[in-house]
C-alpha cells in the first residue's frame, strides 16, 4: 500500500510562491493517478490539480490556472505543486492523493483516489 506525506506548506504573503511536494512510500506510484486537493476552513474539499501516471496530460482548477503546476518525478516517487502568484484565497490545507491504475483523463473527483496523505496548511497573507 502507498503511503503519501505532503510538505512544503506554510505562511506566505500574497504574491509569494511555494511548492509542495508529496512524497510516496511503500510501493512505487509509477502506475497511480495523482492529484491535489484543497480545503478551506468550513468548505468542502475541492479539485486544485492532477496528473495521470504517464505524467502525459495534466489539469488545474480554474480558479489556479496561470499560477500553479504539478508535476511527477517518478524516479522520486514524489508529486509537486508549484504555487506562485498565491492568493489569500488559496489559503486551505492541500492534501496529495493517489489511485491505483491506468486513467486516460486526469481524475478531479475525491471520489476518484483512495489514498489521502495527511496534509499541509497553506496561509497566504494579504
Known amino acids: 500500500q502507498v503511503q503519501l506525506v505532503e510538505s512544503g506548506g506554510g505562511l506566505v504573503q500574497a504574491g509569494g510562491s511555494l511548492r509542495l511536494s508529496c512524497a510516496a512510500s511503500g510501493r512505487t506510484i509509477t502506475n497511480y493517478a495523482m492529484g491535489w486537493f484543497r480545503q478551506a476552513p468550513g468548505k468542502g474539499r475541492e479539485f486544485v490539480a492532477g496528473v495521470t501516471q504517464s505524467a502525459g496530460t495534466t489539469r488545474l482548477a480554474d480558479s489556479v490556472k496561470g499560477r500553479f503546476a504539478i508535476s511527477r518525478d517518478n524516479a522520486k516517487n514524489t508529486v509537486y505543486l508549484q504555487m506562485n502568484s498565491l492568493k489569500p484565497e488559496d489559503t486551505a490545507d492541500y492534501y496529495c492523493?493517489?489511485?491505483?491504475?491506468?486513467?486516460?483523463?486526469?481524475?478531479?473527483?475525491?471520489?476518484?483516489?483512495?489514498?489521502w496523505g495527511q496534509g499541509t496548511q497553506v496561509t497566504v497573507s494579504s
Open positions: 492523493a493517489a489511485r491505483d491504475g491506468v486513467s486516460p483523463v486526469v481524475l478531479t473527483s475525491t471520489r476518484s483516489y483512495d489514498i
